[in-house]
């Protein structure tokens, strides 16, 4: 049974560093998308990052890109997302995600699988 489990939010000042973790459960990162989204209050769910080794892409949003990195340790199955230089802008609900067999994707409904969310909060 496809699993996954966030963990590493916390509330930061402007400027620090975060890594959030997802450990999941029947998941081979040589056979999966691994994703992570987030939802500042109000907003719509956004893509930050995702990867996919069969098709060999990754995607950052703009904002993210040169501060977060993803990543996973394959062995142990967990994903991570390291933010780094965090702005109050990121802010938000965050969420890792993954599909069987998918390229690396921004679309919400090209995962089936989620986690239930971790909180980071970015004060100024």
């Known amino acids: 049974e496809v699993q996954l489990v966030e963990s590493g939010g916390g509330l930061v000042q402007a400027g620090e560093s975060l890594r959030l973790s997802c450990v999941t459960s029947?998941?081979?990162?040589?056979?999966?998308?691994i994703a992570w989204f987030r939802q500042a209050p109000g907003k719509e769910r956004e893509a930050v990052s995702c990867?996919?080794?069969?098709?060999?892409?990754?995607y950052y949003l703009d904002s993210a890109k040169g501060r977060f990195t993803v990543s996973s340790d394959n062995a142990k199955n967990i994903m991570f997302l390291q933010m780094n230089d965090l702005k109050p802008e990121d802010t938000g609900t965050y969420y890792c995600?993954?599909?069987?067999?998918?390229?690396?994707?921004?679309?919400?409904?090209?995962?089936?699988?989620w986690g239930q969310g971790t909180q980071v909060t970015v004060s100024s």
């Open positions: 029947d998941i081979t990162f040589d056979q999966y998308a």
């Open positions: 995600a993954s599909q069987w067999g998918l390229y690396c994707s921004a679309q919400i409904y090209e995962y089936d699988y």
């Open positions: 990867a996919s080794n069969i098709h060999g892409n990754v």
